[in-house]
């Protein structure tokens, strides 16, 4: 198993330019999720999914879209990029449960500049 | 918001001393995880203690959970040069309308050989 792959792995973009975050896993997980991650900072939830079809926005939603089309792909866009958006963005998986959460498998994140 | 905080922030040690974080939380939980990121990596989940539970293991591993206090710990024995890296907890709460894990900050663990 290839696990969680993100790409790219490095991006500069120009403010208000808008790009799309690749992410895939390829262990049928159900719930998928995307995070920043700043410097001194824990992750900090954007959006995630219970299951294909399905999206819910996290901790700091706001200038960010995703949609859900397969299990195993979760795309995170950015519509106008922004200098605060400059950081590392994670995608995590991992199987879902009525209560709790069972361990999130981290994909090798984007490291993203926004200029 | 984030509801799981470590402390120390930072903590330095010699090959084969133990090391010792903590995470303190603020509401009911269904179960808390301890993850270790590696300079420039993603996370890789360590060990998850649920709310009945009090002490887990796994190899060098030992994790604490006082759900009284909100509080856990992670102590890492014979510490070695390859588990420097930064920690950091993650509580999945009973309560609120997101499905989220929240990340605390992290302690940043340096091994010195």
């Known amino acids: 198993n290839a696990g969680v792959t993100q790409t790219p792995k490095f991006q500069v973009l120009k403010t208000g330019q808008s790009m799309t975050l690749q992410c895939a896993q390829d262990?049928?997980?159900?719930?998928m999720s995307w995070y920043r991650q700043d410097p001194g900072m824990g992750l900090r939830l954007i959006h995630y999914s219970v299951g294909a079809g399905i999206t819910d926005q996290g901790e700091v939603p706001n200038g960010y879209n995703v949609s859900r089309s397969t299990t195993e792909d979760f795309p995170l866009r950015l519509l106008s990029a922004a200098p605060s958006q400059t950081s590392v963005y994670f995608c995590?998986?991992?199987?879902?449960?009525?209560?709790?959460?069972?361990?999130?498998?981290f994909g090798p994140g984007t490291r993203l500049t926004v200029t | 918001s984030q509801q799981g905080e470590e402390d120390p922030q930072a903590l330095s040690i010699q090959e084969g001393e133990n090391a010792t974080m903590n995470c303190s939380y603020k509401t009911s939980i269904n179960n808390l995880q301890w993850y270790r990121q590696n300079s420039g990596r993603g996370l890789v989940h360590l060990i998850l203690i649920r709310s009945n539970e009090r002490e887990k293991h796994s190899g060098r591993l030992r994790v604490t959970l006082d759900t009284s206090k909100k509080s856990s710990s992670l102590l890492i024995t014979a510490s070695r040069a390859a588990d420097t890296a930064s920690y950091f907890c993650?509580?999945?709460?009973?309560?609120?309308?997101?499905?989220?894990?929240?990340f605390g900050s992290g302690t940043q663990l340096t091994v010195l050989p």
């Open positions: 995590a998986s991992s199987y879902s449960m009525g209560q709790g959460f069972y361990e999130q498998y």
């Open positions: 262990m049928n997980h159900e719930y």
């Open positions: 993650a509580t999945d709460p009973t309560s609120g309308s997101a499905r989220q894990l929240t």
